[in-house]
């Protein structure tokens, strides 16, 4: 089992930023890759970037791609989310996830997830 905690949301205004965290506690010896999903109110959940085990590989969704930069310390443990030209649009809880699969942006593929931190950006 592997436990993720997210933290670092909040209420920003529009063209600002935000670092997201997620700290993983548990069977963190295996090699997982870890991804980051939001979703706003009444939309379904969406994929928004994910990093390989070793951080070498990232992937993005479209819509914060050159915005949001996602990175990893596997010596604490932790995948960041730093975002930044913050857009009324990216309002959403965002949950961190870990699964076996590098470049997974589907989230029935990932095995644990966060509860959520709120991210609300303000126009």
């Known amino acids: 089992q592997v436990q993720l905690v997210e933290s670092g949301g909040g209420l920003v205004q529009a063209g600002g930023s935000l670092r997201l965290s997620c700290a993983a506690s548990?069977?963190?010896?295996?090699?997982?890759?870890m991804g980051w999903f939001r979703q706003a109110p009444g939309k379904e959940r969406e994929f928004v970037a994910t990093i390989n085990w070793s951080g070498v590989s990232t992937y993005y969704a479209d819509s914060v791609k050159g915005r949001f930069t996602i990175s990893r310390d596997n010596a604490k443990n932790t995948v960041y989310l730093q975002m930044g030209s913050l857009k009324p649009e990216d309002t959403a809880v965002y949950y961190c996830?870990?699964?076996?699969?590098?470049?997974?942006?589907?989230?029935?593929?990932?095995?644990?997830w966060g509860q959520g931190t709120q991210v609300t950006v303000s126009s």
């Open positions: 548990g069977r963190t010896s295996e090699a997982y890759a």
């Open positions: 996830a870990a699964g076996p699969y590098s470049h997974a942006i589907v989230d029935v593929v990932y095995d644990y």
